[in-house]
């Protein structure tokens, strides 16, 4: 899975930065808030669709792209969960989209690459690497507190307000997650993943 990752690591360096952009575009929109804006609010929805397709599009190309030893099964998951939350954002923009959709799509998303990171945060270890393997294993950790965080805010067991909480949320897991790629990219390229110290 590495070598797949490894020959792929410039497609997560680009996944990472669409992530970073879909997190300022939902801050920017928290602090719009909607109301008088709403036609902004629309725009700024569909750019976030678009941001998101072209984000799953590279993820799962990430994920199968180059591969001799097999594809990436939890990357090609959270490629298609974002590009599905995409395909959402930009075709329904005129509808109303629940809490509960993109809650469960951020919840796949948020398993996939946590799971993802686990298991390579367990391969490094077994390599000697320790500080890939903590690296990542704490990344894999967030990434699933992550997940029953989105869980919990798709059911209502948290409650958001008129202060967009959910856009706050949203942007956060989206800048982690763009953290976490371009460190794992960078990683990869740096050969730091790969071969241990």
């Excluded at 030893?69 to 995409?86: E, F, M, Q």
Aim: with cysteine.
């Amino acid at each position: 899975m590495i070598q797949t990752l490894t020959r792929n690591w410039w497609l997560l360096a680009l996944c990472g930065l669409l992530d970073a952009i879909i997190s300022l575009v939902y801050l920017v929109m928290r602090q719009m808030g909607g109301g008088p804006v709403l036609h902004s609010w629309n725009v700024a929805v569909v750019f976030l669709g678009k941001v998101a397709m072209a984000g799953g599009a590279c993820t799962v190309a990430a994920g199968i792209l180059r591969s001799r030893t097999g594809k990436c099964w939890p990357l090609v998951l959270n490629g298609l969960a974002l590009g599905a939350l995409g395909l959402i954002q930009y075709g329904f923009v005129r509808f109303r989209i629940s809490l509960l959709t993109v809650s469960l799509l951020i919840v796949l998303m948020a398993m996939s690459i946590g799971i993802l990171e686990l298991a390579l945060a367990r391969n490094l270890r077994r390599r000697r690497h320790v500080a890939g393997g903590w690296y990542l294993g704490s990344a894999g950790a967030v990434s699933v507190g992550f997940a029953l965080a989105f869980l919990a805010l798709g059911f209502e067991w948290i409650k958001t307000d008129a202060t967009h909480v959910d856009l706050l949320w949203l942007s956060s897991y989206f800048g982690f997650s763009a953290i976490c790629t371009v460190g794992l990219a960078l990683g990869l390229r740096g050969q730091i993943f790969r071969n241990p110290a």
